[in-house]
């Protein structure tokens, strides 16, 4: 393909082309300028990314080591490699979300890429610390979590207010407390390099969660301000409340992210069905 001028060549790029290269290109022109985003592009739905081999998706993947296993180098490349793959998906599933809504705010666009570009950057940082163990992405498994939920965010009635839902407010908000829990993972096996990349990568990702709990409350003008109503209307079966979070919670990082403290209590206490049902 040749070199992307818009927004909409960039994320097709990333979505049409299989390599690894490609997806982690720097969303902008050769010469360093910014992207065009073309209002006349129309709406393009595409239902999943191109993968080339050893990067192919398969549902499920086996359980993530435990944070106290990390003293095992086979366990860290095992999390650096999901982690990674991770990355790469939230990278693919904005140029997804950009391609598929070309008509909202420029100002919300515009922070969809710039959320692109850092998870390109998350993702080769776990690369790296991958490399720097002797292994690879494409020698693991890639479990299709993230794209798994584009199919009920896509056929949502509440179109983008969904994709912000899922993504901003459910994968990215679980990944506060996931990211501090593996940091600290790291951090007692030694690998302190990884600890930091954990660590940057939380700083990033409360920007990344208010960008979103912002536009879907200005995307949701019936609820004033009510993100607990916004929240529960527009997240998408399977996702819930009870999945926007890790096993260690954390009120602080979430506080900075701009949720309100009814919606931090409402994730903090949300409990899946069958824990509800182990409870009748
Ligand atoms: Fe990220
Ligand atoms: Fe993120």
Known sequence: MSEPISVQDFCRHVLEEGGLDAKLAAPR??????????????????????????????GGAPRLPHPNQLGSPEARAVCLA????????AVELFAWAL???????????????????EEQIHCRLYLDRLAALGDRLEDHVQSDYF???APAIA??????????????????????????????????????????VCQRIHDDEIRHVRLASDWLMRLSPDHGSDQVAAYDEA?????????????????????RAGLSDAFIEHVRVARSSQEKAGAR
């Open 29 to 58: 022109r050769a010469n360093g300028d910014a992207l065009r985003d073309d209002p006349d592009a129309p709406a393009l739905e595409i239902d999943a990314p191109a993968r080339s081999l050893g990067l192919r998706m398969r």
């Open 82 to 89: 999901r982690f990674a793959h991770h990355e790469l998906m």
């Open 99 to 117: 391609l598929r809504w070309p008509l909202l705010p420029g100002e919300l666009r515009a922070g969809w890429l710039h959320a692109l570009e």
């Open 147 to 149: 794209w798994k939920q």
């Open 155 to 196: 056929a949502s009635p509440h179109g983008a207010r969904a994709f912000l839902a899922a993504m901003g407010l459910t994968l990215e908000q679980a990944n506060l407390d996931f990211s501090l829990i593996y940091r600290d993972g790291f951090r007692i096996a030694g690998d302190e390099q990884s600890a930091r």
């Open 235 to 255: 997240v998408p079966f399977p996702l819930a409340a009870n999945r926007a979070k890790g096993r260690r919670f954390d009120t602080e990082a979430r506080r």
